[in-house]
T-cell receptor, first 113, second 116 residues
Framework: GEDVEQSLFLSVREGDSSVINCTYTDSSSTYLYWYKQEPGAGLQLLTY?????DMKQDQRLTVLLNKKDKHLSLRIADTQTGDSAIYFC?????????????FGTGTLLAVQP | DAGVTQSPTHLIKTRGQQVTLRCSPKSGHDTVSWYQQALGQGPQFIFQ???????QRGNFPDRFSGHQFPNYSSELNVNALLLGDSALYLC???????????????FGDGTRLSIL
């Protein structure tokens, strides 16, 4: 089956780095996404990584992929209070001409000033 | 460049009623997916429309149905509403022709549905 697991909560101090981890069960996904959700809002696309890559850097964001262990992580450098939100990892699974996203329960990131 | 827009933003219904939610995709997108997000949970895939046909479906009963129009906009219909249908309903659009594996999904702000 397609399952995604994330730790529920992470607390960091402003200026520190945050690392949010994700494990998934089905390795057939081609793209793996990270989304951010602020209270009462929809999902904001942060970044993604293609399954044949190990790492992708996008400004303050670094994504690491260990396909053998089915482990994905998102590192946020110089974390700010505005980064406080829920973060979802979402592998994409292809079928029926396009792809669907499978989400875990998300990680609540709390940034202390 | 308008992003994904959903209407209405909030809706209150009673058990047994029927509801229709609407979604306009981001300009240039041709595929619409619907997700249900219960409180404290991650979004769950309901179904996806491309070329006016349902292409994939998640583990949702037939009470959930949809439609895609020639202008790529979409509707989600839910019949015989249950208390458990209370959730945030998210629409996402993407550009299928971006590649054989489909494009990146961009989300709207959702419709908050409350069932009394």
């Amino acid at each position: 089956g397609e399952d995604v697991e994330q730790s529920l909560f992470l607390s960091v101090r402003e200026g520190d780095s945050s690392v949010i981890n994700c494990t998934y069960t089905d390795s057939s996904s081609t793209y793996l996404y990270w989304y951010k959700q602020e209270p009462g809002a929809g999902l904001q696309l942060l970044t993604y990584i293609f399954s044949n890559m190990d790492m992708k850097q996008d400004q303050r964001l670094t994504v690491l992929l260990n396909k053998k262990d089915k482990h994905l992580s998102l590192r946020i450098a110089d974390t700010q209070t505005g980064d406080s939100a829920i973060y979802f990892c979402a592998p994409a699974f292809y079928g029926g001409a396009t792809n669907k996203l499978i989400f875990g329960t998300g990680t609540l990131l709390a940034v202390q000033p | 460049d308008a992003g994904v827009t959903q209407s209405p933003t909030h809706l209150i219904k009673t058990r047994g009623q029927q509801v229709t939610l609407r979604c306009s995709p981001k300009s240039g997108h041709d595929t619409v997916s619907w997700y249900q997000q219960a409180l404290g949970q991650g979004p769950q895939f309901i179904f996806q429309y491309y070329e006016e046909e349902e292409r994939q479906r998640g583990n949702f009963p037939d009470r959930f149905s949809g439609h895609q129009f020639p202008n790529y906009s979409s509707e989600l219909n839910v019949n015989a509403l249950l208390l458990g249908d209370s959730a945030l309903y998210l629409c996402a659009s993407s550009y299928r022709r971006a590649g054989a594996r489909g494009g990146t999904q961009h989300f709207g702000d959702g419709t908050r549905l409350s069932i009394l």
